[in-house]
């Protein structure tokens, strides 16, 4: 099991930042991808960004050139830092790991209780 503790979140004018954090531990040898999704009311989860353990990333088009997605593999840790935010960025944003267990060869992914982020007009 992986557990994960999600900080961060908070309310911001259009233009502000806010930068999430969300620190893995258990498994976290078993830890190959961490990343962000997000969540409105009414919709599907859609993912935010993605960083492997190799470093590549994988950032959704709508938040291209204002997010970033950075980890330390040392502090079992991603970060999220959301520049120019929009009124459309307010969700619910979750950190989630993509994970595997050799010894039941299952992917496996866990997810953090989520943190809330409005950005107001």
């Known amino acids: 099991q992986v557990q994960l503790q999600e900080s961060g979140g908070g309310w911001v004018q259009a233009g502000g930042s806010l930068r999430l954090s969300c620190e893995a531990s258990?498994?976290?040898?078993?830890?190959?991808?961490m990343g962000w999704q997000r969540q409105v009311p009414g919709k599907d989860r859609e993912l935010v960004a993605a960083?492997?353990?190799?470093?590549?990333?994988n950032i959704a088009r709508s938040v291209r050139g204002r997010f970033t997605i950075s980890r330390d593999s040392a502090k079992n840790t991603v970060y999220l830092q959301m520049d120019r935010l929009k009124p459309e960025d307010t969700a619910v944003y979750y950190c989630?790991?993509?994970?595997?267990?050799?010894?039941?060869?299952?992917?496996?992914?866990?997810w953090g209780q989520g943190t809330q982020v409005t950005v107001s007009a």
């Open positions: 989630y790991t993509d994970s595997y267990f050799p010894e039941t060869m299952r992917d496996v992914n866990f």
């Open positions: 258990g498994a976290t040898g078993s830890i190959n991808a």
């Open positions: 960083i492997g353990h190799d470093g590549t990333t």
